[in-house]
């Protein structure tokens, strides 16, 4: 990304131009940390795995597949015609991108919890697939104006007072609730873009502010902790 004059430009590999605009959304989970200079914030990748019961393997043979989604420490979608998709394991720190057969033994295990099922020994027959959410320490999502890369202040302590960078907005670390998040974010974001009345509250607000952990440190600061 590049800042000209009022407008940003995005740009491919080569320097070209791909287009432009007086306003940019990243929206692209740890690359728009990246984007911002790598700042040093509490968010990271988080390995998960999710396992996949092909229709080959009759499922009644062991339990009812629900009509429902179920979840609680783990979750289960309804049957269609590829199989059910249930999981999900959750590894900081881990890069691995093979599906793991330990994984899949972890999510069978949280399906016979859900099933109240015993179903060691299928592991064979599952399939899989392996992606990273990224994740906040609060488990909430950045959502906002972002904030500029510049020393915290001590007069920083509130989210309004952090100085932002022109133009440019975050949607990112929606963590393992993204689709949950999605559509109440999106109207955050284009109320803060646009000027329009907020669906959330001043508090709910700053407590999804990417501006918050340049306010946690300014804070620590002010109290010499």
Do not use: C
Request: proline content about 8%.
């Amino acid at each position: 990304l590049r800042r000209i004059g009022e407008r940003w430009q995005l740009l491919d590999a080569t320097g070209a131009v791909i287009d432009e605009s007086e306003v940019v959304v990243l929206a692209n989970a740890g690359d728009a940390l990246r984007l911002l200079g790598q700042p040093a914030w509490p968010v990271e990748k988080v390995r998960g795995q999710v396992s996949w019961w092909p229709p080959q393997i009759r499922m009644k043979d062991f339990f009812t597949p629900p009509r429902i989604p179920v979840a609680g420490t783990g979750y289960l979608l309804p049957a269609t015609g590829s199989g059910i998709v249930f999981g999900a394991t959750s590894q900081r720190g881990d890069n691995d991108p093979p599906v793991r057969a330990s994984d899949h033994a972890l999510n069978l295990a949280q399906l016979a919890r859900l099933t109240g099922t015993d179903l060691e020994g299928s592991i064979e027959d599952l399939q899989g697939r392996t992606g990273w959410r990224w994740v906040s320490d609060d488990r909430l999502p950045l959502i906002g104006a972002a904030p500029q890369t510049v020393p915290p202040s001590l007069r920083m302590d509130q989210a309004r007072l952090v100085p932002r960078i022109p133009g440019l907005f975050m949607f990112t670390a929606l963590g393992s609730r993204g689709i949950a998040w999605s559509a109440l974010g999106a109207q955050v974001l284009a109320s803060i873009i646009s000027g329009a009345p907020s669906p959330l509250e001043a508090s709910l607000l700053d407590a999804v502010d990417p501006a918050r952990f340049i306010v946690r440190e300014a804070r620590r600061r002010t109290t010499g902790g």
